[in-house]
């Protein structure tokens, strides 16, 4: 592969793009990990938003940068990748995230960037510039994520109700409003390991092509730590507008609920960082909070707004790619 011809000026303006789209991705994401403990009243959303920021950082300790070689390395062909394409993939990914955060709807960062990549790269090269083992893994996992929120946090809630049914009401909400501030952590910490990564990937995909770094080499420190700070910062602002739908118009939840869907979405999370597929967090925690509902009854869920939501996932993809596309356009005319 061709090293691009880029000044250290349009390169550090993408590394801080990358970094915007990362402190965005913890903005619109941070409803995913607390939205269920601070529904349920267990704490209060400042407290929570500061407990998920700081689990966002810890990540950087306890997981390997699988996710980030599969975004950097087997999503789209390296020969196509500069930093027109990165511009394109960034601002596509960006603005969708805008649009869904506006109007409240818990969309996948991870699948806007995905489908930022895709986009920009078709509008460069074609069809041809995809690499098909990475992109099948993710759109897999489109419907596995959720699939297995689902199955983890309904098993969950059904373990806990087998195990506590002779316990007083009063009693059990009392336990798991403590239990829930250890589930909403392990979540959190999830969120961090494997959406923090997707952008350590679009950086050291753009570090390679200008010749910074080689695929032999390993991701640089700064770029690790720096892609842990800003996923924290953005958690730490919070998007506040999505908590309500995440937290109590898909169900009600109690803190027994909560701490079921946030520890079946954790389980999933784990799983999936560890076999370095670039999940949605979005997809997996509400799969887990229809999951907790549907364990104690169908009618339990508002499927509507679940509904609603899986269409949103259905429409990430595609317009931010279509959006992607044309952002390339515009960075070749500017940049």
Same mark, same amino acid.
């Given at each position: ?182 589930? !909403? ?6 969120? *961090? @390991?494997?959406?923090?990564? =997707? +952008? $350590? &990937?679009?950086?050291?995909?753009? #570090? ?21 700070? !800003? ?6 602002? *919070? @998007?506040?507008?999505?908590? =309500? +739908? $995440? &937290?109590?118009?898909?169900?009600? #939840? ?38 907790? &509902? ?21 429409f990430t993809i595609p317009a931010s790619a279509f959006m992607a596309a044309i952002a390339w356009w515009i960075g070749t005319l500017i940049l």
């Amino acid at each position: 592969m061709q090293t691009l011809q880029i000044s250290i000026y349009a390169l550090a303006f993408l590394v801080a793009l990358a970094l915007i789209f990362d402190f965005m991705n913890g903005f619109h994401d941070a409803a995913n990990a607390i939205a269920t403990v601070v529904s349920t009243g267990v704490l209060k959303p400042q407290t929570a938003v500061a407990m998920a920021a700081a689990f966002n950082f810890v990540a950087i300790l306890v997981f390997q940068l699988k996710v980030a070689t599969t975004v950097g390395k087997g999503t789209i062909d390296p020969a196509v990748v500069d930093h027109y394409v990165v511009f394109g993939a960034l601002v596509g990914a960006i603005v969708w995230n805008l649009i869904t955060w506006y109007y409240g709807i818990p969309s996948s960062s991870s699948h806007a960037l995905i489908g930022g990549l895709v986009g920009a790269a078709v509008a460069k090269a074609g069809t041809g510039s995809l690499i098909a083992g990475g992109l099948l893994k993710t759109i897999l996992f489109i419907v596995l994520s959720p699939l297995l929120g689902f199955i983890f946090g309904s098993l969950m809630m059904v373990l806990v109700s087998w195990l506590f049914v002779r316990a007083t009401p009063r009693r059990v909400d009392k336990w798991f409003r403590r239990m829930q501030l250890l589930s !909403a952590s392990m979540y959190s910490l999830g969120h *961090g @390991g494997n959406d923090a990564q =997707k +952008t $350590m &990937g679009i950086i050291w995909m753009l #570090l390679i092509a200008a010749g910074a770094s080689s695929p032999d080499e390993h991701l640089p420190w700064w770029v690790v730590i720096s892609c842990y700070t !800003a996923i924290s910062l953005g958690t730490l602002f *919070g @998007g506040w507008r999505i908590v =309500k +739908t $995440m &937290g109590q118009k898909i169900t009600k #939840l109690k803190p027994v609920g909560g701490f079921c869907a946030e520890t079946g979405g954790a389980i999933t999370l784990f799983l999936a960082t560890a076999l370095g597929v670039p999940v949605s967090t979005t997809h997996t925690i509400t799969g887990a909070i229809v999951g907790v &509902g549907a364990s104690r009854k169908m009618s339990a869920v508002r499927w509507g707004v679940a509904g609603n939501i899986v269409w949103a996932w259905i429409f990430t993809i595609p317009a931010s790619a279509f959006m992607a596309a044309i952002a390339w356009w515009i960075g070749t005319l500017i940049l």
